[in-house]
């Protein structure tokens, strides 16, 4: 007969096997897979987390299967993952929304294809950074005209870092960027000054696996 602490674990292994073969077909871009262990029982939460790490503050940050596709760029799987039912706007508490993982990682036409489903591209997530903040900080230039096109405000403060996409990409030497919002804000076209508190927290969403 199997101990208890065996019986706990079990559920725990089988759960870790999941995430890891997600996070395999995610990569590969294997939508036929992902569907095959959706429909097997497997996988059938689709807002399921497949990564998760600690930042610099501590915390542990989470992924779900929507937000680690749109880290990595894979278009179909992310259309697979909304058709199973992955919500595109990420209401939990240190869980990443792909709005901004899309953002950070200058991936177009995911945000294009999160914005066709009904994600609202000016929500922050729970570090305090939207879709703005993360293209600011990491100069995506064709990500900003996306957004404005979009109607997101170009000059919301981060909830936790208190800066304006403008400071952003000037703290970051992002000149083309800085222009450009300041010129969506009716400023001259030359950067500002910089924020006395320098941007925090985008790097974490550089934390695929």
């Given at each position: 007969m199997p101990s208890r602490r065996n019986s706990l674990e079990q559920p725990l292994r089988a759960r870790s096997n999941v995430k890891q073969r997600v996070l395999t077909l995610i990569t590969k871009g294997d939508t036929a897979g992902i569907k095959a262990l959706?429909?097997?029982g497997e996988f059938s939460d689709p807002d399921f987390v497949v990564h998760s790490y600690e930042d610099d503050d501590g915390n542990v940050c989470h992924m779900s299967a929507l937000a680690f596709a749109s880290c990595v760029k894979q278009l179909d799987v992310m259309r697979v993952l909304i058709q199973l039912g992955s919500k595109v706007n990420e209401p939990r508490k240190l869980h990443h929304a792909p709005s901004v993982t899309a953002a950070f990682h200058c991936f177009t036409k995911g945000l294009s294809l999160l914005e066709e489903k009904g994600c609202e591209l000016s929500l922050e997530d729970s570090t305090g950074l939207a879709p703005v903040h993360a293209a600011a900080d990491?100069?995506?230039?064709?990500i900003l005209r996306l957004l404005q096109r979009a109607g997101v405000p170009m000059?919301?403060?981060g909830k936790h870092s208190r800066c304006t996409p403008q400071e952003f990409a000037a703290?970051?030497?992002h000149?083309?960027?800085a222009?450009?919002?300041?010129l969506s804000l009716g400023g001259s076209s030359s950067v500002g000054a910089e924020s006395e508190q320098g941007p925090h927290?985008?790097?974490q969403y550089d934390q695929a696996p």
């Open positions: 959706h429909h097997s990491q100069g995506h230039l064709s000059d919301a403060k703290k970051a030497g000149t083309d960027c222009d450009f919002l300041l927290g985008t790097q």
